[in-house]
Nanobody, 124 residues
Framework: QVQLVQSGGGLVRAGGSLRLSCAAS????????MGWFRQAPGKEREFVTA????????YGADSVKGRFTVSRDNAKNSVYLTMNKLKPEDTAVYHC?????????????????WGQGAQVTVSS
């Protein structure tokens, strides 16, 4: 199994940028496609974006397209979420997740391993 440790997050003004990192250990990183999810206060966790094992294929929720970019560095066993043009509605706890599959998924239930979460707060 894989362990995921997140870093990054914080407080930023609307229009600003942040980068989240997620470092994996314990298993071969390229066995996993990776996803990012977020949970805002009082709301259910929602899909943000995902990347396949190679990094060649990604897709994201409509709400973040053109603003958020997912990437991975398999040599460093890490996946990243770069968030630009942040909005107050992006405020949430962000989780990375690992799925033991080569295929992308936006379904929370398809992911077996989760990072501890990182708070992102966007002020207006």
């Amino acid at each position: 199994q894989v362990q995921l440790v997140q870093s990054g997050g914080g407080l930023v003004r609307a229009g600003g940028s942040l980068r989240l990192s997620c470092a994996a250990s314990g298993d071969t990183f390229t066995r996993y496609s990776m996803g990012w999810f977020r949970q805002a206060p009082g709301k259910e966790r929602e899909f943000v974006t995902a990347i396949d094992w190679s990094g060649d294929n990604t897709y994201g929720a409509d709400s973040v397209k053109g603003r958020f970019t997912v990437s991975r560095d398999n040599a460093k066993n890490s996946v990243y979420l770069t968030m630009n043009k942040l909005k107050p509605e992006d405020t949430a706890v962000y989780h990375c997740a690992a799925r033991p599959s080569t295929k992308l998924s936006g379904r929370e239930d398809d992911y077996d391993y989760w990072g501890q979460g990182a708070q992102v707060t966007v002020s207006s």
